[in-house]
């Protein structure tokens, strides 16, 4: 059973779009919702994460919207650009953040 | 800085064979993990440690080893490879921290059992 559900499985999108990835999950114990970037042949890498105290992080061009509610988290890539292109995952843990649990992934292409 | 060295980075295993992936991480990190990588399926784990002689399984742990003996080292044992063990494996390191928990990835074993 996938603890965390991701969609949509693949996006394309023109430079200078705004890409939106959201994931939901059920486990109310989940306390960290990191996103990972992932590019061809290389293992993921932290991109940006939220806390559930706050309702939106921004960092750059990255925004992840969280609704506490709804158990959902979405992903925002503003001004989208070719170099963005890759596989993002969104993800869940506990507090201390020992075990993941990831969603399924996103295939990202940004057309110039 | 090294971060997290995962070895060997290709393999090719017949059936029954088993075989042991290397994971090293320098960055004094007390959680390691270990999760195979399957098209459509995302990252699932596979095993965790939170110290050294510490262990416990992940989402799915079957046909897999593990052993945590220094801070350092982190290897995953495949005790008789199948077929379904084809996969590309990835171990990860991280400290706990009150905002945020990063897991570094290594480059990644791309695992093929024939």
């Known amino acids: 059973q996938q603890q965390v559900k991701q969609s949509p499985q693949s996006l394309i999108v023109q430079k200078g779009g705004i890409s939106i990835i959201n994931c939901a999950y059920e486990n109310t114990a989940f306390d960290y919702f990191p996103w990972y970037q992932q590019f061809p042949g290389k293992g993921p890498a932290l991109l940006i994460a939220?806390?559930?105290?706050?309702s939106e992080k921004k960092e750059g061009r990255f925004t992840i919207s969280f609704n506490k509610s709804a158990k959902q988290f979405s992903l925002h890539i503003m001004d989208s650009q070719p170099g963005d292109s890759a596989t993002y995952f969104c993800a869940a843990s506990g507090r201390t953040g020992n075990q993941f649990y990831f969603g399924t992934g996103t295939s990202l292409t940004v057309i110039p | 800085n090294a971060g997290v060295t995962q070895t060997p980075k290709f393999q090719v295993l017949k059936t029954g064979q088993s075989m042991t992936l290397q994971c090293a991480q320098d960055m004094n990190h007390e959680y390691m993990s270990w999760y195979r990588q399957d098209p459509g399926m995302g990252l699932r784990l596979i095993h965790y440690s939170v110290g050294a002689g510490i262990t416990d399984q992940g989402e799915v742990p079957n046909g897999y080893n593990v052993s945590r003996s220094t801070t350092e080292d982190f290897p995953l044992r495949l005790l008789s490879a199948a077929p379904s063990q084809t996969s590309v494996y990835f171990c990860a390191s991280s400290t706990p921290s009150g905002t945020v928990a990063e897991a570094f990835f290594g480059q990644g074993t791309r695992l093929t059992v024939v």
């Open positions: 939220i806390r559930p105290d706050v």
